[in-house]
């Protein structure tokens, strides 16, 4: 099972919008609504920002958003803030009760 | 609260078996609704799922391919725990280790990391 692709950096200035992107196949991302992303801040441990594709855990900033066209999952950053400065990785269920995460992306705040 | 608090040696040397154990507070290893996972991160690698434990009426584990010839996710009831065993390790698997729980879910927990080490 090979990782899912995601650009390796994205920045943007503070108040606009960004978009990350996590390619897979048809056989994880295209075939589930089972697309998590998580933010990692260095030396931390991953936090979930979206699950389900498009679900918002509660706490998290509404500034975050997902969404899914065929088998590209994207994470959308709006009013982009300094504390956004951050490595984003997408996680998929692949089948087979197998998991895979992307490449990751580093965010950037200019 | 779950807590998932991580313990085990930060160096093991090549050919020997990297072993770790995740104890779990706030929620039961042998919960009939949750799954118990191993993830690593390296630079080179990046995050990579290792696999799980299950309990649905009987246990089960599931194993990422690159790893599945050497792996074994254990459940221990007994303290509330889950452990890690990974085998002939080289250089290649030095990376920071980490257990959570339902990582696809909505209320998925982490445990703090570990950094493990293969060297001589």
């Known amino acids: 099972q090979s990782a899912l692709t995601q650009p390796a950096s994205v920045s943007g200035s503070p108040g606009q919008s960004i978009t990350i992107s996590c390619t897979g196949t048809?056989?994880?991302?295209?075939?589930?609504?089972?697309v998590s992303w998580y933010q990692q801040h260095p030396g931390k441990a991953p936090k979930l920002l979206i699950f389900?594709?498009?679900k918002r855990p509660s706490g998290v900033s509404n500034r975050f958003s997902g969404s899914k066209s065929g088998n590209t999952a994207s994470l959308t950053i709006s009013g982009l803030q300094a504390e956004d400065e951050a490595d984003y990785y997408c996680?998929?269920?692949?089948?087979?009760?197998?998991?895979?995460f992307g490449t990751g992306t580093k965010v950037t705040v200019l | 609260q779950v807590q998932l608090q991580q313990s085990g040696p930060g160096l093991v040397k090549p050919s020997q078996t990297l072993s770790l154990t995740c104890a779990i507070s706030?929620?039961?290893?042998?919960?009939?609704?949750?799954?118990w996972n191993w993830i690593r991160q390296s630079p080179s690698r990046g995050l990579e799922w290792l696999g799980r434990?299950?309990?649905?009426?009987?246990?089960?584990?599931d194993y990422a391919a690159s790893v599945k010839s050497r792996i074994i996710i254990n459940p221990d009831t007994s303290k509330n725990q889950f452990s890690l065993q990974l085998d002939s390790v080289t250089p290649e698997d030095t990376a920071v280790y980490y257990c959570?729980?339902?990582?696809?879910?909505?209320?998925?927990?982490w445990g703090q990391g570990t950094l493990v080490t293969v060297s001589s």
């Open positions: 959570a729980r339902d990582i696809l879910s909505g209320t998925p927990e």
């Open positions: 706030g929620d039961s290893v042998s919960s009939n609704s949750a799954a």
């Open positions: 434990t299950y309990y649905r009426s009987e246990w089960g584990n």
């Open positions: 048809s056989s994880d991302v295209g075939s589930y609504n089972l």
């Open positions: 389900e594709g498009t």
């Open positions: 996680c998929s269920y692949a089948g087979s009760r197998i998991y895979v």
